[in-house]
Every structure is written in structure tokens, then in C-alpha cells.
């Protein structure tokens, strides 16, 4: 068990440009969740996918974020056009749908948009 | 997602048991109480959930009264590792597997002090 891994681990952008993160999550874990942190906040849900079926997305999520998680396993978040008010960092988890299994997360991605 | 009050920090000695509080009075029957913790820097950790009965892992125990309607997170020998932000949170949609996705409050920020 390798854990949640995300890259990049941080990432400083100019306003407007677009950026992409990447998650891989446990494996067999067919669940992802996105989550977003800003500071002295607790994650935000953003976005949760069952397989490749994405399944829930939160009113945070604009139209400038899109998700995928094209074959199952690994997920991808980007924003495009990226806006001050971005900057957080950005979590991901993954867990077993399965019961009361819980989330396991990631350490995140940190964006500053400059 | 049934809701949580905690307080907002408390500190104890290095090597002494922490106690950390949980309100969670509008808990429907089969709903769950997880706990989580997080570094600074780092994504949420997850650190045991309970449904009735007490439960305890390597890392902590869980006492829920009887009532369910609070509970606490021990960890019987708290070191400076251990100060976080504790998170108690109570997620709809578990037993049935539908959607267990996470809502976060602000925590509760343990302080170990030397």
C-alpha cells in the first residue's frame, strides 16, 4: 500500500494560465474524491468518482475546473484560466465502496496563482 | 452530513492522554462517527471510525456514549507529533454505500506542549 499520491506537490502559476493535477490513488480503491483547502479551513468537496463515473460535483466546482478519471484508476483536476482566488491546496482520496470504509488522502497539491 | 461541534483547541502534556470532544446530537442511528486528524502540510489522516461500540486502534480509541449522541477521541499518550487539527465527522449515506464523501468543520487544533 503505496498510499494517495499527487503530483505535482506544488504548483505557482500566472492568472490565467491553465494548470493540471494528477492523483493515483490506492490501488483497488474505486472511489476518488477532489477536495479543496484554503487556509485555516477545513476540505472542501469538490468531486467524487465511482470507476471511471463521475458522480457528484459540488457548486464550488465552476465551469473553469473539469475532472476526469478516464480508465478507473488515476484522476486528473484541471482549471483553466486560472483566477487569484484559486490558490489552495488541493486534495485528493480515494476509499472502497465498501460499507464504512474510510477516505484515505493524499498530501495534496498547493497552487498559488499569482 | 449530520453535525458536528468541537472546540476550537486544546492543548495537553507530552506523554499524558488527550482527550478531544465531540457533539454530534442530530446523529441518525446507522450514521458513523470518523475522526481524522492533519499536519500542517499534510492531507487529513484518518485515525479510526465507530457506529455503537468503543473501538480502539494502534493509533487512538474511540468512546461514544451510549446516547451516540457524543464522542471521544483518546490518544493515551500523546507526543509533539500528535499536535494537529482534529477533525470528528459524521457522514450520511455510509451504510448504504451511496455516497460517503466528507464534510469538514474547522476541528479542533491539539497543542502537545513539551
Known amino acids: 500500500d503505496t498510499g494517495v499520491s499527487q503530483d505535482p506537490r506544488h504548483k505557482i502559476t500566472k492568472r490565467g494560465q491553465n494548470v493540471t493535477f494528477r492523483c493515483d490513488p490506492i490501488?483497488?480503491?474505486?472511489?476518488l474524491y477532489w477536495y479543496r483547502q484554503t487556509l485555516g479551513q477545513g476540505p472542501e468537496f469538490l468531486t467524487y468518482f465511482q470507476n471511471e463515473a463521475q458522480l457528484e460535483k459540488s457548486r464550488l466546482l465552476s465551469d473553469r475546473f473539469s475532472a476526469e478519471r478516464p480508465k478507473g484508476s488515476f484522476s486528473t483536476l484541471e482549471i483553466q484560466r486560472t483566477e487569484q482566488g484559486d490558490s489552495a491546496m488541493y486534495l485528493c482520496?480515494?476509499?472502497?465502496?465498501?460499507?464504512?470504509?474510510?477516505?484515505?488522502f493524499g498530501n495534496g497539491t498547493r497552487l498559488t496563482v499569482t | 452530513d449530520a453535525k458536528t461541534t468541537q472546540p476550537t483547541s486544546m492543548d495537553c502534556a507530552e506523554g499524558r492522554a488527550a482527550n478531544l470532544p465531540c457533539n454530534h446530537s442530530?446523529?441518525?442511528?446507522?450514521?458513523?462517527v470518523y475522526w481524522y486528524r492533519q499536519i500542517h502540510s499534510q492531507g487529513p489522516q484518518y485515525i479510526i471510525h465507530?457506529?455503537?461500540n468503543n473501538e480502539t486502534n494502534e493509533m487512538a480509541s474511540l468512546i461514544i456514549t451510549e446516547d451516540r449522541k457524543s464522542s471521544t477521541l483518546i490518544l493515551p499518550h500523546a507526543t509533539l507529533r500528535d499536535t494537529a487539527v482534529y477533525y470528528c465527522i459524521v457522514p450520511s449515506g455510509v451504510v448504504t454505500g451511496a455516497n460517503s464523501k466528507l464534510t469538514f468543520g474547522k476541528g479542533i487544533t491539539l497543542s502537545v506542549r513539551p
Open positions: 482520496a480515494s476509499s472502497i465502496r465498501q460499507g464504512s470504509s474510510p477516505l484515505h
Open positions: 465507530g457506529l455503537k
Open positions: 490501488s483497488e480503491h474505486n472511489r
Open positions: 442530530t446523529i441518525s442511528g446507522n450514521e458513523y
